[in-house]
C-alpha cells in the first residue's frame, strides 16, 4: 500500500482562518479567485513536511499558525517503522502529522502524537511527497535524487550489474580499511611482537611447570628448618616409645603407660563389660602410639639438612618469581600466558604474508569495480539519452517547444558506494542557450512545468507516492493547459496528485475539486474549503473560462471540457493505463 495523504486541516494561515482539505488518491486540483488562499495551501503542505516556517505567514491577529495533516499509511511499512522508532504511533494505518509555527517565529513540530524536531519531517518527507511550488526546494534538484531517479528509470538491466557493483565495493572498503590498519601499524605490531619474544624466550630459558613453585616454597621450608624438625620428631619418638639410649630412671614413656593401665583393666575385666570395652580400647591406643612413633623415627631419619640442595631451590624460587612478577600470579598463570602469546605472535608473524594477499585481492578488486563501474556509466548514459528525448518531448506539448532537457553523466574519477557517476540533469530552455542545472536554467513557471514533464517521464520508477504542483500552469493556456491537464492526469494513474490552478482545462481532468471561497468583512478574510460536485464543478469551470458562473458560453464549454476529461480517463481505465 502506497502511502497518501488524506486530510489537511489549516488554521490561522494567510488568509486562511479555518479550513480543511479531504483530498482523494488521484487527482485533486484547488482553484479559487485571486487571493482566496489557493497558495496558502501549498505552504501548508509545505510547512507539513519540514518546509520552512515564515512567521509573516501567521494570520493577522493569530498567535499561530497550524497544520496538521491525516496520512494512510502501510503499518508494516517502512514509513511506519521510521515513526516506531522516533516514539511516535501510526494507529490502524492512520498517522497524525501535526506543525505549528508561532508569530514570533517559533516552530514545533509532532509526528504520531510525539514532538520530533522539525528536521526530521523533512528527513521522512523525503519518501512521502514531492512539493514543486514556486519557491520550494524541489526534490529533484538533489544530486542524489538525480542519479537515484535515472537509475529507477534505467530499471533492471542496470539493477544487476549495481548489486555486484555495491557487493564488490564493499568488499573492497572491507580489504583497503584492514591494509590501512596492518599497514599502519606496523611499528606497534613490531615492538609488540619483540615483546612477545623475549617474554617466551624468558619463559622458556627457566622452563617452569605447573604447581611447581608451590611444591619448591615447602620443600624450603623443610630445608631451612631440618635440624628443628629432625629434634622435634625425635623428642616425639621418645615421649611416645622411650630412648633406648636414655636411662630408665626418667619419665615413663607413653606406650609403657598405656601398658601398665591395660594391664590394670586386664586383670578384672571379667567382672564388667563395660571395662572390658575400655581395656580393649587402651589396646587399641596402644597400637596408635606405636605406629605414630615408628613414623615419627622414619621421618626423623629422612630428614636431611641439605645446604646445597636449599641453595639451589632457593635459586630455583627465584627464578620463577622473577616470572611471576611479569607475567601471572603463580606458574600455571605464567604458563597460560606464554600459550596467548605464542598464538598471537604467530598472528603478527603472518600478517606480512597477510597483507601481501590483502594486496592481491585489493587489485583484482579495484580492476572489478572499474568493469563495473563502467558497465554502469554505459548503461545510466544510454538511459540518460533516452530519458533526455522523452522529457523533451513531453516540454514540446507543455508550451515548451524550444526547452532541452539533457543528463549529463560524468565521473568523479573515485569509486563511491554506486560507481564514478555524478548525475545532473540539466535545462536549456531556448536554442542557443547553453544547457543549466535546472534551479538556474528556468524560472519559477517554467521549472513546475519541467518538473511536470520530469515526474512524468519517471512515473512508476519514482517511489514518492504524493506530489505537489503550484502554478504549473503559469504562462500557459488552450492547448497546452489541456495537455497539461492531460499530464497530471497521467501521472495521478500511479500516484496521489494535488495541484493549485488557475486554468479550468487543468481542472476539468480532476478525481476531486476543491475550490477555496473567501469572505470579507471589510478588515479580515476568512477561507473555507469547499468540495464540488459535478454542477459545482461545471459552475467554477465557467468562472474561471468567462470570469461568470452563469455565462452560457462558459458553462458550455466547461461541460465540454469535463466530457473530453472524463472520456479520456475511461479510455485510459479500459486499455489498462496504457492510452495515450
Known sequence: MRPRVEE???????????????????????????????????????????????????????????????????????????????????????????????????????????????????????????????????????????????????????????????????????????????????????????????????????????????????????????????????????????????????????????????????????????????????????????????????????????????????????????????YGPDAAAVLEWAERAAARLAELEGDDERIDELRREQEELTARLAELAAELTAIRTAAAARFGRAVTEELAALAMPHARVSVAVTQTGEFGPHGVDEVEIRLAAHPGAPPLPLAKGASGGELSRVMLAIEVVFAGADPVPTFVFDEVDAGVGGKAAVEIGRRLARLARTAQVIVVTHLAQVAAFADQHLVVEKSGDGRVVRSGVVVLDQEGRARELSRMLAGLEDSELGRAHAAELLEIAAAEKAAWAESGGTAA
Open 8 to 326: 489537511v486541516r489549516i488554521q490561522g494561515l494567510g488568509v486562511i482562518d479555518e479550513a480543511v482539505l479531504p483530498l482523494s488518491p488521484g487527482l485533486t486540483v484547488v482553484t479559487g479567485e485571486t487571493g482566496a488562499g489557493k497558495t496558502m495551501v501549498v505552504t501548508g503542505l509545505g510547512l507539513l513536511f519540514g518546509g520552512r516556517a515564515d512567521p509573516a505567514k501567521v494570520r493577522p491577529g493569530a498567535e499561530r499558525a497550524t497544520v496538521e495533516g491525516t496520512l494512510i499509511v502501510d503499518p508494516e511499512g517502512p514509513v511506519a517503522r521510521q515513526v516506531a522508532d522516533l516514539g511516535g504511533q501510526v494507529e490502524d494505518g492512520t498517522l497524525i502529522i501535526t506543525r505549528t509555527v508561532s508569530a514570533e517565529g517559533r516552530s514545533r513540530a509532532w509526528l504520531g502524537g510525539r514532538a520530533v524536531p522539525v528536521g526530521t519531517l523533512t528527513y521522512l518527507a523525503d519518501d512521502l511527497v514531492a512539493v514543486h511550488g514556486q519557491m520550494d526546494q524541489q526534490r529533484l534538484l538533489q544530486p542524489a535524487r538525480q542519479r537515484e531517479a535515472l537509475d529507477r528509470y534505467a530499471g533492471e538491466e542496470l539493477q544487476g550489474p549495481l548489486r555486484a557493483y555495491r557487493q564488490a565495493y564493499r568488499r573492497h572498503r572491507e580489504v583497503t580499511e584492514l591494509l590501512e590498519e596492518l599497514t599502519g601499524r606496523q611499528r606497534e605490531r613490531a615492538q609488540e611482537a619483540e615483546m612477545l619474544r623475549f617474554g617466551l624466550e624468558e619463559i622458556e630459558k627457566v622452563g617452569p611447570k605447573p604447581g611447581e613453585d608451590a611444591e619448591l616454597k615447602e620443600e624450603a621450608e623443610r630445608l631451612a628448618h631440618a635440624d628443628a624438625l629432625r629434634t622435634a620428631a625425635t623428642t616425639a619418638h621418645a615421649a611416645l616409645l622411650g630412648d633406648p639410649m636414655a636411662s630408665t630412671d626418667g619419665f615413663p614413656d607413653v606406650v609403657s603407660l598405656l601398658g601398665q593401665a591395660r594391664s590394670a583393666l586386664d586383670s578384672v575385666r571379667g567382672y564388667d563389660p563395660a571395662l572390658a570395652s575400655i581395656a580393649d580400647r587402651l589396646a587399641e591406643a596402644g597400637y596408635l602410639i606405636s605406629d605414630l612413633a615408628t613414623e615419627l623415627a622414619s621421618y626423623a631419619e629422612s630428614v636431611d639438612a641439605d645446604p646445597l640442595r636449599l641453595a639451589a631451590v632457593q635459586e630455583r624460587i627465584a627464578a620463577l618469581n622473577g616470572l611471576t612478577r611479569k
